[in-house]
């Protein structure tokens, strides 16, 4: 009796665990993180949604790869309106690896890898974000947004808090606070005058959970008590 998609993504799992790169940024919810071993429920399932597709296109006469360079376009107009790669891989669903060797694709050659088409379409569907008029064009030093940041987090502001407050994403504000080591002007400028607004504000007056804060402090505490061993 063949087997249903769903037994095919389990009988994958144990191989498939094998492949799984050790600093993977695949979350769950995506099709490549059953791919990897993961059985919970939202991963299988997308990983059946990915493959009605493939089988969608086969049908049509589709290939299941094409060439990078529209989606590569795309994304670069994206990171261009102020989308890091990260930006961009959470909105489409992949992974921030896949999209930074997308925005890597050099213009027009033909020798470089075809990505899935679930992926190119996945990036090409992001829309394009309002543009935001720099009050300072350019790359700067992470330090001071880093030293910022960290400031804040040792206050008990989260970093979800800190990125709805910046327009950005909360794995941004994490890649400036621990490694990240330039950004973008604007963005340290925006990083500045936040700090100073809520620095000496309590958390909990704006809704913060004390769990929450209470998380968020101890976090910040392990940091600064490993970067000083």
């Excluded at 050790?22 to 059946?48: I, K, M, P, W």
């Excluded at 590569?72 to 999209?99: C, F, K, N, P, Y």
């Excluded at 543009?131 to 064009?137: D, I, K, L, S």
Aim: net charge positive; glycine share 4%.
């Amino acid at each position: 009796m063949p087997l249903t998609a769903e037994q095919s993504v389990s009988v994958a799992v144990p191989a498939a665990r094998q492949r799984r790169p050790r600093r993977s940024s695949v979350r769950h919810g995506q099709a490549s993180c059953a791919d990897y071993g993961c059985t919970r429920a939202e991963c299988r399932q997308a990983a059946l949604r990915a493959r009605r597709r493939r089988n969608q296109d086969h049908a049509r006469g589709r290939s299941a790869r094409v060439p990078p360079h529209a989606a590569a376009r795309w994304a670069a107009r994206l990171r261009e309106r102020g989308m890091s790669a990260q930006d961009i891989a959470d909105r489409a669903g992949l992974s921030v690896t896949l999209v930074r060797r997308v925005l890597r694709t050099p213009a027009q050659d033909p020798t470089v890898r075809d990505i899935a088409r679930t992926s190119a379409d996945a990036i090409l569907g992001i829309p394009l974000p309002a543009r935001r008029t720099p009050g300072a064009p350019g790359l700067t030093d992470s330090a001071e947004a880093s030293r910022l940041l960290a400031d804040l987090a040792r206050a008990g502001w989260p970093a979800t808090t800190l990125a709805q407050n910046l327009n950005v994403n909360a794995r941004t504000i994490a890649e400036v606070r621990d490694k990240r080591p330039r950004l973008h002007l604007d963005l340290a400028l925006r990083i500045r005058r936040l700090h100073r607004h809520l620095i000496s504000l309590d958390p909990a007056d704006y809704g913060i959970h004390p769990t929450t804060i209470a998380r968020t402090r101890a976090a910040a505490a392990r940091r600064t008590a490993a970067t000083t061993v």
